[in-house]
C-alpha cells in the first residue's frame, strides 16, 4: 500500500515539542538511512523544518538543547561502552527528580511580566493565581500559591511558594509559569519561614 501524499494532524505545543525533539534526535544519530528513496538528511530537515514553524520560538531552542543534552548523554561516556548506554538513567534525567535540582534549564516561557507580578505579589503577601507547566505530566496545571522568596540559580529565576493545591512549600521555576494573576486574597508568610531558608525544598513536578 503506497503511502498518503498528505495528511492533516492536530498537536498541541507540548506534543509539537515532543515531535520535534524526536526528529531532531533522528537526524542527530542516525545518518546513511534512505526512507522511502529519499535522503535522510532532506527529509528529516523538511520535518524539523515545518514543526519549528508550528510551535512558539522558545519552545522550539528548548527542544534544540534538550535533543543536544539527549546526544551528549548517550554519547557522552568513554571507551569501549560508547553504544552500551543505560535507558532508565536518559529517561531518568529527562525528568524532574522531586528532591533534586531540575536537570533540564532549557527557558520555556518569557518571564518578563511573570517575574514582576510575582515579586509585587512577594511584597504585598497577595496569592496567586498560576498556570505552571509540569513536565513530569506534560500538562500546564492551575494552581493557587503564597511566594515566599525569589531566588535565582544556575541562570534561573524560581520561586519557593506554598501551594495551596497541594497543602505543601514547593520550588517553582518562574520560566514554567504561562500565566499568572494576582488576587486580592491576603496570606501570612509562616514565622519560622526565615530559619527554614536553608531547607531543601521539593520541587513541584
Known amino acids: 500500500m503506497e503511502m498518503e501524499e498528505r495528511f492533516s494532524l492536530k498537536l498541541t505545543q507540548e506534543e509539537g515539542v515532543l515531535l520535534l525533539t524526536s526528529a531532531r534526535l533522528l537526524d542527530k544519530l542516525v545518518a546513511g ?29 528548548m527542544s534544540d538543547e534538550l535533543a543536544d543534552a539527549i546526544v551528549d548523554s548517550v554519547l557522552g561516556c568513554d571507551g569501549e561502552d560508547d553504544m552500551d548506554f543505560d535507558l532508565a538513567m536518559i529517561e531518568s534525567e529527562l525528568h524532574e527528580s522531586q528532591y533534586e535540582t531540575p536537570v533540564m534549564n532549557f527557558p520555556m516561557y518569557a518571564v518578563d511580566e511573570t517575574l514582576p507580578k510575582l515579586e509585587k505579589a512577594l511584597v504585598d503577601h497577595r496569592m496567586v493565581k498560576a498556570e505552571y507547566y509540569s513536565f513530569a505530566r506534560e500538562s500546564v496545571d492551575a494552581i493557587t500559591l503564597n511566594p515566599l522568596t525569589i531566588l535565582k540559580e544556575e541562570g534561573l529565576w524560581r520561586v519557593v511558594a506554598y501551594c495551596h493545591e497541594r497543602h505543601e512549600t514547593f520550588l517553582f521555576r518562574v520560566d514554567r509559569i504561562k500565566q499568572l494573576n494576582e488576587t486580592t486574597q491576603h496570606f501570612e508568610t509562616p514565622s519560622d519561614f526565615a530559619q527554614r531558608r536553608q531547607v531543601r525544598y521539593a520541587t513541584y513536578c
Do not use: F, W
Request: glycine letters at 0%.
Open 33 to 61: 538511512v534512505t526512507i522511502h528513496s529519499k535522503d535522510r538528511d532532506e527529509l528529516i530537515k523538511d520535518i524539523i523544518e515545518k514543526l519549528s514553524t508550528k510551535i512558539a520560538p522558545a519552545l522550539s531552542v
